[in-house]
């Protein structure tokens, strides 16, 4: 499983939070990475923790003021990026573009959507993996896994009907070792989560309790 930690703009330290993510990423099968702001991207791949990027615009280099860079993001050490995530909707064509960045500079993609139709969608150009997330469900504690399973298998279906290459994960409150085997047990190959991590008192107690049943 693929367990993607995305620190949104939550005030907590993203080393620390990284220091925890390399930490347990050692003592378990399953991958563990973390997405913290453009500005952290650096400093959070120095710990060693797989590092991916929260956003990168669909754009080359040139005269664009305030945006990501995909071959910034990589430069900064970052290996990855999500696209079009809820909280940062994108045109169609700018989460296209934005994928085709991100393949230029050598960035795995996860491309987030809300429902099982969207999913079909995004799959549909080609990146790595998509992520379904129910917004309602965001940062209420509440897992998609447990409460909605219907739309995470309604994302695997979608994704697979359009192409079988593209993994499919699921997000919106995950925050538990259960809630991650859940996710599994419905065909979901990694889970996307926040609050869960960056909001804990302790996050790599959160994290060990995310892997240990894995
Ligand atoms: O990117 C992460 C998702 O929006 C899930 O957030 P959450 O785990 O706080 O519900």
């Avoid at 220091?19 to 120095?46: I, K, N, S, Y």
């Avoid at 923790?49 to 990589?74: F, M």
């Amino acid at each position: 499983m693929f367990i993607l930690v995305n620190l949104k703009t939550y005030p907590c330290d993203p080393v620390a939070v990284a220091d925890a993510v390399a930490a347990v990423d050692e003592t378990t099968d399953a991958r563990v990475a973390v997405a913290p702001q453009a500005a952290h991207l650096e400093r959070v791949a120095e710990t060693g923790a797989e590092t991916w990027a929260q956003h990168v615009d669909p754009i080359d280099y040139g005269s664009n003021t305030g945006h990501t860079l995909a071959e910034t993001a990589a430069d900064a050490g970052a290996v990855g990026t999500l696209i079009n995530h809820s909280e940062h909707r994108l045109k169609l064509a700018d989460v296209d573009g934005s994928v085709r960045a991100a393949d230029r500079a050598g960035l795995e993609t996860v491309v987030c959507a809300n429902n099982p139709a969207q999913i079909g969608a995004a799959a549909a150009l080609g990146p790595d993996a998509v992520a379904v997330e129910p917004p309602a469900l965001i940062g209420t504690g509440t897992p998609v896994s447990q409460a909605d399973p219907e739309v995470v298998e309604g994302a695997v279906d979608a994704a697979r009907n359009v192409d079988e290459d593209v993994a499919v994960l699921c997000g919106a409150g995950i925050s538990t070792g259960d809630d991650v085997v859940a996710a599994a047990d419905l065909g979901s190959e990694g889970v996307l989560l926040a609050s869960g991590v960056a909001k804990a008192d302790d996050p790599k107690a959160a994290l060990e309790d995310l892997v240990d049943p894995l």
